[in-house]
């Protein structure tokens, strides 16, 4: 069974930082892509970032030069360094993976509970 578990959201002030955190853990056989995805109140979820396993990175426009996607392969971990916080960036805020399990020969899409970054003006 493989689980994600986000950590690092909250409240902040407009202009500041935050720290989003995904661990992946559980029976894992290998990590391809992980990305972030934020749901606002009556929005689609949408992509905010994504990293590929060799490091390769795309950001949805509107965080582009705010915020940065990295990983940790050895900790299966992956990092959503949020900076100049905005109110619109307010949403939940969804790690995936696409993780491949022993014995299986595709990877399946996995995904966290969800974290809450709220942003006041």
């Known amino acids: 069974q493989v689980q994600l578990v986000e950590s690092g959201g909250g409240l902040v002030q407009a202009g500041g930082s935050l720290r989003l955190s995904c661990a992946a853990s559980g029976s894992i056989f290998t990590i391809n892509a992980m990305g972030w995805y934020r749901q606002a109140p009556g929005k689609q979820r949408e992509l905010v970032a994504r990293?590929?396993?060799?490091?390769?990175?795309n950001y949805a426009d509107s965080v582009k030069g705010r915020f940065t996607i990295s990983r940790d392969n050895a900790k299966n971990t992956v990092y959503l360094q949020m900076n100049s916080l905005k109110p619109e960036d307010t949403a939940v805020y969804y790690c995936?993976?696409?993780?491949?399990?022993?014995?299986?020969?595709?990877?399946?899409?996995?995904w966290g509970q969800g974290t809450q970054v709220t942003v006041s003006s």
């Open positions: 990293i590929t396993s060799g490091g390769s990175t």
């Open positions: 995936n993976a696409e993780i491949r399990v022993p014995v299986t020969t595709i990877p399946y899409d996995y």
